[in-house]
């Protein structure tokens, strides 16, 4: 009952915002962690078309804290 309520809840939001909704077979509430990879290829299926269509542009990549850049300016 529970779970196929969520469903509708989630189907009902994704209708709601005109977008298409992607759920993962297994991973619970904490999905980053739980599959994190997975995570990420929606993200980038999501992104894609916006940035093939100029609508968005993908970040800079970001160093991790503590790291050095090294630029070549010469």
């Not at 909704?21 to 894609?48: C, F, M, S, T, Y």
């Amino acid at each position: 009952e529970e779970i196929s309520r969520t469903r509708v809840d989630q189907e009902a939001l994704a209708e709601a915002w005109r977008a298409t909704i992607a759920v993962h077979a297994k991973a619970g509430h904490d999905l980053p962690l739980d599959d994190g990879p997975w995570v990420a290829e929606q993200v980038a299926r999501w992104l894609a078309p916006r940035v093939d269509s100029g609508i968005a542009t993908p970040p800079d990549p970001v160093s991790p804290p503590g790291a050095t850049q090294s630029r070549d300016d010469g």
